[in-house]
């Protein structure tokens, strides 16, 4: 007697779209929407066309959980990004895969660990309260570009160990221009296109980088880059310097632009909510007593603490993020095949409302007792989870609080008149004019 084949599972509901383009126009331009609406008519798993292949979306915390945590093995980080950033940044920690991944990150942690992050507290305050002179002597900006003024010059300083000066306009000048071409096509080398002139900064930028590591090796300093040419693996080896330089342009793309992203929201929902705004500020006087921010402080404003998370929720910088498959496998009753892509949706699981009450209202007070929503694992997503969540979330963590104090206390904005709020979601979400403001 013969044994009984069970018949292959099937693939996906959804759609392909259109030859070559797929449904990234869709996507690109409402990552929310694209989900919620084939959630509605296929649930929880279905298929699209994506990035140039074939993608699987996984919806919701358990998708989340199996995605970034317990069944990682069948995904690759690297084969889930796009080939131009690829060709860019090269080989830094969020390109990396299994044992090579694993060997970078255990040298990165220590210096962007919870414990070293509070050497860079005084050069944080110093920036903020530089840049926001320069924004009240301007009176109106938009608040998009200063905070990413902002955190880059944070992230310069803080990792590089680099001083204000023309080498470190320069070599501002030169990221930005990098970093627009992160995600562009045609991945063509001229000057006329976004990538072309990625390519031609990022020469630029390695061969800066090059010199400033060469400078730290001679004489060390406490940056985050001299703690770097300290670590050391299980076999004693360290980073070469084409790894660091690898891995210091992912730091610095990473470390600024998320938080760039962040509280440019929070300001946006700050500016119109003045009751929340109004809390804020009466924790800030209560826990300070009229003195300078302290780091024990950070530890003493749970209504800070909860505007972050609310922003996080409803406002995550990324939509969310891809995985290459690298073994097939089945989830929710269908088969992902190997080369396809899967990917994860922060921005649907921030708005399901099983988990959360009101999802579209911005409402910090979700995350305090005796509600906590969000107390479970994979619910909240903005910086990742898992493993791999973001390895300098405690850095991102203490500035976004550092700075905001500051300016809580400092300054006051008003929102200009005749501006559109309009969210550009990708790759890092944005007001469509950049927040613009009075400043006094």
């Not at 969020?94 to 962007?112: E, K, N, V, Y």
């Not at 944070?154 to 070599?171: D, V």
């Not at 360290?238 to 470390?255: M, N």
């Not at 007593?289 to 972050?308: F, N, V």
Request: glycine content about 8%; overall charge positive.
């Amino acid at each position: 007697m013969s044994a009984v084949v069970a018949p292959p599972l099937p693939l996906p509901p959804g759609s392909f779209g259109l030859p070559l383009v797929g449904e990234m126009n869709h996507w690109w331009l409402d990552p929310l929407r694209f989900a919620q609406d084939r959630h509605a008519r296929y649930g929880p798993v279905f298929r699209t066309h994506l990035l140039g292949r074939p993608c699987a979306v996984l919806l919701g915390p358990e998708a989340n959980r199996f995605m970034l945590s317990s069944h990682m093995h069948l995904f690759s980080s690297r084969a889930g990004w796009s080939p131009t950033l690829i060709s860019l940044i090269g080989n830094g920690l969020s390109l990396i895969d299994g044992a090579h991944h694993r060997r970078h990150r255990t040298m990165i942690m220590p210096a962007l660990h919870a414990t070293a992050i509070p050497r860079y507290f005084t050069l944080m305050q110093r920036l903020v309260d530089t840049h926001a002179q320069r924004w009240l002597q301007q009176g109106q900006i938009k608040l998009f570009e200063g905070f990413k003024h902002l955190s880059f010059d944070i992230a310069t300083a803080a990792i590089l160990g680099m001083a204000e000066g023309p080498e470190a306009h320069a070599f501002a000048d030169s990221f930005h221009v990098f970093s627009r071409g992160l995600f562009a096509l045609p991945a063509w080398k001229s000057q006329l296109t976004p990538y072309g002139r990625a390519w031609q900064a990022g020469t630029k930028l390695r061969a800066s980088l090059a010199r400033i590591i060469a400078a730290r090796r001679a004489a060390p300093d406490d940056s985050v880059l001299g703690l770097l040419l300290a670590a050391s693996d299980a076999e004693g080896q360290g980073f070469t310097d084409a790894e660091l330089v690898d891995e210091l342009l992912v730091l610095l793309w990473a470390g600024h632009d998320t938080i760039t992203s962040l509280l440019t929201w929070v300001y946006y929902e700050l500016l119109r909510q003045p009751d929340v705004l109004a809390r804020a500020r009466a924790e800030q006087a209560r826990v300070l007593s009229g003195g300078a921010l302290e780091p024990q402080h950070l530890k003493q404003l749970p209504q800070l603490d909860r505007i972050l998370r609310e922003a996080e929720r409803l406002h995550p910088p990324a939509p969310g993020g891809f995985r290459g498959v690298v073994e097939e496998f089945a989830y929710g009753g269908y088969r992902i095949p190997a080369g396809w892509t899967v990917m994860y949706s922060s921005v649907f699981t921030h708005m399901m409302p099983e988990l959360w009450y009101e999802p579209q209202r911005f409402d910090p007070e979700r995350f305090a007792p005796p509600r906590e929503e969000g107390n479970k694992p994979f619910h909240l997503i903005g910086f990742g989870a898992g493993p791999r969540v973001c390895v300098g979330l405690a850095f991102a963590q203490m500035q976004m609080r550092v700075v905001l104090s500051h300016l809580l206390q400092t300054l006051e904005f008003e929102l200009l008149p005749n501006q559109s709020f309009r969210p550009i979601p990708v790759p890092t979400k944005m007001p469509l004019d950049g927040l613009k403001v009075f400043v006094r």
